[in-house]
């Protein structure tokens, strides 16, 4: 059920949530206000804090505490409530204030190390490209937006050749060989982000909306891109590129993956580069 409600809140627009959290802080208020000075609601004013902080930003969760400091300060105010000294009613106030503020605050920066670490996983550490796991997550999402409607290329990317570059150059220079060609088909694909390294010299591109014929355009390009960079290096490298384009995206990424790697495997036998694009017209057989 919590992961419902993150998921309905991360879909949110901040303005909403902040008018959320304003309007939740003022019903708090006048709740507060109604029930008098015996009953408290210390921790529920923290929720629209929680929000803004969480799902929004720092600053908008500190503002969204100084606002819940006064309502509850104006509802005591209203309720009568009286101190043996006037200057308690501004203590109360400072105190209310600062512990609202560091709420909000701690939250902020909890989600902030949340999102990095999370970051971090979802990244190779090499190339920085998303890994296997985020590049599947990235297809699942955009597949989501238009299922069996809109054409879609997978290409699978494998470079062989970088055992003799280690053993030749050492594995720095190797790593920044691989680094180099991940930037290289990054620059060279429509979608940058929809390029995912799948671990040691496999790479993945998704094509969105791309046909058979626009996707060996576009694999073309990036297959000659990289040869230009081994051309530059001079290294030994071998580039295989298995594509399957399919007229309507099929519900799930496995069919495709699985007959690009299977392309792949029989691509790999041979010692020049090659690019093979099989055309998949019956969809549901995808499914």
């Known amino acids: 059920m919590m992961q419902d409600i993150t998921a309905f809140f991360e879909r949110l627009d901040k303005y909403t949530i902040g008018s959320i959290a304003v309007a939740i802080t003022i019903f708090l208020g006048y709740v507060d206000f109604k029930t008098g000075v015996e009953v408290h609601f210390l921790l529920l004013y923290l929720i629209p804090i929680f929000l803004c902080s969480w799902f929004v930003s720092r600053e908008l969760g500190v503002y969204l505490a100084m606002f819940g400091s006064l309502v509850w300060f104006f509802a005591d105010s209203l309720n009568g409530r009286s101190y043996s000294h006037d200057w308690i009613v501004f203590w109360n106030l400072f105190m209310r204030t600062g512990v609202f503020i560091a709420f909000a605050l701690t939250q902020a920066q909890l989600r902030a190390k949340l999102d990095e670490l999370s970051k971090r996983a979802s990244r190779d550490l090499l190339t920085g490209l998303p890994n296997s796991d985020a590049f599947y997550q990235l297809v699942a999402k955009e597949m989501d937006r238009a299922p069996g409607v809109e054409p879609l290329a997978l290409a699978s990317i494998d470079v062989a050749g970088m055992q003799t570059v280690n053993s030749r150059y050492g594995y720095p220079a190797g790593d920044h060989v691989l680094c ?88 790999k036998g041979g010692k020049k580069d090659s690019i093979q694009i099989a055309a998949v017209e019956d969809q549901p057989l995808l499914n």
Do not use: W, Y
């Open 180 to 267: 180099t060609l991940a930037q290289t088909i990054r620059q060279h694909v429509p979608r940058p982000d929809l390029v995912g390294r799948m671990g040691g010299t496999s790479f993945s591109v998704l094509l969105p909306n791309t046909t058979s014929e626009g996707a060996s355009l576009i694999l073309q390009q990036v297959q000659e891109a990289l040869q230009s960079q081994r051309r530059k290096h001079s290294h030994p490298l071998t580039f295989f590129v298995s594509a399957v384009a399919c007229a309507k995206s099929p519900k799930t990424i496995a069919a495709l993956m699985l007959q690009a790697d299977s392309q792949m495997e029989r691509m």
